[in-house]
């Protein structure tokens, strides 16, 4: 079953794709969430003259994106969290780095940070989408404290 997104899903597409998927997610799932419609031929060719209409303002996006980007690898990102030794009480998520990037000036949705859960003290890196074409590496370092 082909359908159209009408917006972006994780591990399956952003929106504005036809993606195939299996009869029942589509049916039961996407398209009563409101998350995608039927690709008939009409509405591909309403998509594509869309699409057409809206490439100069998806370039000035990927153009702020970008700009984005590079204040965000001028970044050093220091996370500081209680630690025995090495090891967390706790752990780091992509919330916490969501936080930090916050207080820096860059609101950035949780969502689009993929971190994944840092249990021990040292260097990593995290991915942000800024938009479907750009994606950060964004380098960051938890450092453990006593108290």
Excluded: C
């Amino acid at each position: 079953m082909d359908l159209i997104l009408k917006q972006d899903v994780q591990n399956l597409g952003f929106k504005d794709d036809i993606v195939s998927v299996k009869n029942g997610y589509g049916r039961n799932f996407l398209i009563p969430q409101g998350v995608a419609s039927l690709a008939t031929p009409s509405a591909r060719k309403v998509l594509a003259e869309n699409l057409k209409q809206k490439a100069h303002k998806e370039q000035k996006l990927v153009d702020d994106a970008n700009k984005i980007a590079e204040a965000l690898r001028a970044l050093d990102i220091k996370i500081t969290v209680k630690a025995g030794g090495t090891k967390l009480f706790g752990s780091v998520s992509s919330a916490n780095i969501a936080e930090i990037l916050a207080a820096n000036g860059h609101a950035i949705d949780k969502k689009f940070i993929n971190s994944g859960l840092v249990k021990r003290v040292g260097k990593y890196t995290a991915n942000v989408r800024l938009h479907r074409d750009v994606i950060v590496e964004l380098a960051y370092e938890v450092i453990g404290s006593a108290e």
